[in-house]
């Protein structure tokens, strides 16, 4: 097994630490950003690119990929990183968030705070209930070409064995913070059940598929916005095993009420072992990413970076703004004047308005490199502010300043 996680350094005021999650494909120092690669590429921009930018791993999902190439086609490419030419570790999301995104949860995601909520892509466009839960399993509907399919437990692990990250994540029941308490109970049960089929599967997979590098198995933490739920989920998953397998790490996923993300988390992770990797689902609004670093979570990944990026909006050190903006026209200045990224070394925002304006390609390109390295490199302070011992001054400083134009900063 050449899967592993070293702690370097523990905060003693706090739940932050500092580490290293060893993978077959190479190493990611924690905390860390995880960008989004939703299809096997981070659109518009070049996997060498997101390599200079700092990227440390790239996060792909299990569901898109089922349906488009074929998980299959990736296994016989020799898998997701050699497929996508990543020369890094990679992670893949279950499908267990379209369960929420296709079905029950459908119309009510969209309905929600987009801050709040960012999970991957939300389908939108269709009106129908595209997926239906039972307890064995979800029927849904291709988005692509109607036909219909069904993943279970078991096949979401076959799936994501055949895409062959190197971090993969349970399959579960996504809920909103809209659904009945009876139905986040009922949920959690399933997604608990769902957890030992998964951990069972994984170890038939990883026995039968010998010579594949170890992929390592996340179980996924549910309970909404209630404390006795989201304790029970840590409890109950931080310590199950089936097969004489446990999880390797843990996803805190599900609906995160923005205003208390970082009291849902630490509840979940003061709970979780110490000693396992925690990933926070679908997070990564600066903001927040301090909450979850505080809280005690080591990886993050959010599509938000770049599907801001390719509307012209992007982030600086004084808050989010669009370069649509006229004002822009004759700026001949950088879009952050502090920003290392490819983008702000060779291009000025007159430059980004005009690709915006006349929506040539490259304006997504630069715009997403931009924005992901902002990101990156963010978290990567915090890490470094850990282990330097000033993470509040840190935190202070950024945040004094990014909500500065708050006005700006946000959608
Ligand atoms: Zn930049």
Request: with cysteine; charged share 25%; hydrophobic share 35%.
């Amino acid at each position: 097994m050449s899967f592993s996680f070293d702690i370097k350094h523990a905060q003693s005021d706090s739940l932050a630490r500092v580490g290293t999650i060893n993978t077959p494909h190479g190493p990611i120092q924690t905390p860390a950003f995880i960008p989004v690669g939703t299809k096997a590429t981070v659109k518009s921009v070049l996997p060498e690119a997101m390599k200079d930018l700092g990227s440390q791993a790239l996060l792909s999902n299990a569901y898109h990929l089922y349906l488009q190439p074929g998980s299959d086609v990736l296994d016989e490419a020799g898998g997701l990183a050699k497929f996508m030419n990543w020369p890094g570790p990679t992670f893949t999301d279950s499908g267990g968030f379209q369960v929420l995104s296709l079905g029950v949860g459908f119309k009510k995601v969209l309905a929600m705070d987009a801050q709040t909520f960012r999970r991957d892509d939300v389908i939108a466009g269709n009106k129908d209930r595209l997926a239906h839960v039972d307890d064995e399993g979800v029927t849904f509907k291709s988005h692509l070409d109607g036909s219909m399919h069904r993943f279970t437990p078991e096949v979401s692990m076959q799936v994501q064995h055949q895409i062959g990250a190197d971090i993969m994540f349970a399959f579960d029941e996504c809920t909103t913070l809209h659904n009945t308490r009876p139905y986040q109970e009922l949920a959690m049960d399933r997604t608990y059940a769902w957890a030992i089929r998964c951990l069972d599967e994984h170890k038939r997979l990883t026995e039968e598929r010998t010579g594949k590098p170890y992929q390592a198995l996340f179980g996924v933490i549910q309970g909404a916005q209630y404390e006795d739920l989201r304790k029970k989920a840590a409890t109950d998953l931080g310590s199950l095993e089936s097969s004489g397998q446990s999880f390797d790490g843990f996803g805190i996923g599900g609906a995160l009420d923005k205003g208390q993300l970082g009291t849902i988390v630490s509840w979940v992770n003061e709970i979780l072992p110490e000693d396992k990797p925690r990933h926070l689902l679908g997070i990564g609004a600066p903001e927040d990413l301090f909450v979850g670093v505080e809280n005690g979570c080591d990886t993050f990944d959010c599509v938000l970076a770049s599907r801001i990026a390719r509307t012209s909006a992007v982030y600086t050190m004084e808050g989010r703004f669009n370069l649509s903006n006229s004002r822009f026209k004759r700026d001949f200045t950088p879009i952050d004047s502090q920003c290392d990224c490819y983008t702000c070394t060779h291009y000025t925002r007159a430059y980004m308005h005009h690709v915006f304006r006349g929506k040539e390609i490259i304006s997504a390109t630069l715009a997403t490199i931009h924005n992901e390295r902002f990101i990156v490199r963010l978290v990567d302070q915090m890490r470094q502010a850990l282990m330097d011992g000033n993470f509040a001054d840190m935190k202070a400083d950024f945040l004094g300043r990014y909500t500065h134009r708050s006005g700006q900063s946000r959608d």
